[in-house]
Structures are given as structure tokens and as C-alpha cells.
């Protein structure tokens, strides 16, 4: 099935540096959707986005529903320990077949502390 | 506490065995889904329904079944003809607007199947 490109694949980092990761599709898209999943647990929703150039905060994090309704980034701040996990987008169309969630393959983050 | 509950944590099939995982919600919840995560594969949808008494296949539905008899429950089965059935299963609900659904789906703590 479709799928689509997450970037980048994973993310070490050191603690309190700011993280972005971004997807792309080759069709549009009117939902946006950002997940967490921590090792042996289901995904859990960070942000959801709706409308093309929205841009949404959920505490330390951030998305943003790209103007083209072809990709979205999320980007979280100040990283801390408990931010490591793999993140996971989203995406949804308007219409039809394009009415099924498309994911992504996650990117994992690593945070040392 | 609202939420969804799949059960068991972990499971292990013999050859030639059927399984079946349970998933239960009481989000009041009109669709849920199966997916199936294989590592640096993503989510792979294996059936969904929107309403009780119907549900469609997802993206790799051979060799699983399903059934919707009630609101709460969306049981998924494992039948003997899936060959490779060592994955991590999840199972999420949403709530059901226009078509297939505008609303992000909220998952279970999944499932993690193993073959003796």
C-alpha cells in the first residue's frame, strides 16, 4: 500500500537540543496526524491537523500542516529523556480510497542525557 | 477510565493453530481497526470496520478474520493459513464521521504474537 516519507529514519541528540522531523506525499492530503509510541505500547496522538498552514503546539511540540497539503513537520524543543520513542506520521485524504490512514515508517529518537 | 483494552499481552501460536486477540473499547467508539507492525515497516492496516455487523478488508487481510457483533468488541483471528504471523498487532478505534472517518484513531497497547 501507499506509504509516506518520513524523515529522518533517527535522531540521536543530546538533551535539550530541539528535534525536527518532517513528511512528505506525492498526493494531498486534509488530515495531518503526528503519534508517539513507546517500546511494547500502542501509539499515542500528539497533535492533530486539519487545515493547510495550520500550526498546532501541544506543550514542547509543534506541527505544522504544510501549505501545499503534501507534507507536515513536527518539531519538539528543549528535548528531555522522556521524549525518546519513535515518532510516527500520518495522513489522510480527501476523497474515496484516499479516504484510508496512511502512515509513515517512524523515526526514532534518542536523547542523551 | 475510557479506553482500549487488547488482550493478551503476549500469545504464541503452534503450527496449524488458529488465534484469536481480543480488542475491547468503551470510548463508545463507531469504527475500529487492526493493524499489523513488523519492525522498519510501519503500520499495515488488516481490517477495519465502521459499524457494527460490517467491516472491509485493510492492505494484507489474507489469512485473518474478523468479527463486529457488537459496539465494543473487534476480535481478530489469526487463522493457520497466515504463514508469518510473528508481529507486534494493535488495534484502535475513532469516532466515525462521513465516509471511512475524519477523526484520529486511538490504540490499544497491542498485542506481540510469537510462533512456538
Known amino acids: 500500500g501507499q506509504q509516506l516519507n518520513q524523515s529522518p529514519q533517527s535522531m540521536f541528540i543530546q538533551e535539550g537540543e530541539d528535534v525536527s522531523m518532517n513528511c512528505t506525499s506525492s498526493s494531498i492530503f486534509n488530515t495531518w496526524l503526528w503519534y508517539k509510541q513507546d517500546p511494547g505500547e500502542g501509539p499515542v496522538l500528539l497533535i492533530a491537523l486539519y487545515k493547510a498552514g495550520e500550526l498546532t503546539s501541544n506543550g514542547r511540540l509543534t506541527a505544522q500542516f504544510g501549505i501545499t497539503r503534501k507534507d507536515s513537520f513536527l518539531n519538539i524543543s528543549a528535548s528531555i529523556p522522556s521524549d525518546v520513542g519513535i515518532y510516527f506520521c500520518a495522513g489522510r485524504g480527501a476523497a474515496g480510497n484516499n479516504r484510508k490512514l496512511i502512515w509513515g515508517l517512524g523515526t526514532s529518537l534518542a536523547v542523551n542525557p | 477510565d475510557g479506553g482500549i483494552t487488547q488482550s493478551p499481552k503476549y500469545l504464541f501460536r503452534k503450527e496449524g493453530q488458529n488465534v484469536t486477540l481480543s480488542c475491547e473499547q468503551n470510548l463508545n467508539h463507531d469504527a475500529m481497526y487492526w493493524y499489523r507492525q513488523d519492525p522498519g515497516q510501519g503500520l499495515r492496516l488488516i481490517y477495519y470496520?465502521?459499524?457494527?455487523?460490517?467491516?472491509q478488508k485493510g492492505d494484507i487481510a489474507e489469512g485473518y478474520s474478523v468479527s463486529r457483533e457488537k459496539k465494543e468488541s473487534f476480535p481478530l483471528t489469526v487463522t493457520s493459513a497466515q504463514k508469518n504471523p510473528t508481529a507486534f498487532y494493535l488495534c484502535?478505534?475513532?469516532?466515525?464521521?462521513?465516509?471511512?472517518?475524519?477523526?484520529?484513531?486511538?490504540f490499544g497497547d497491542g498485542t506481540r504474537l510469537s510462533i512456538l
Open positions: 470496520s465502521q459499524i457494527v455487523n460490517d467491516f
Open positions: 484502535a478505534s475513532s469516532v466515525q464521521s462521513q465516509g471511512v472517518g475524519n477523526q484520529p484513531q486511538h
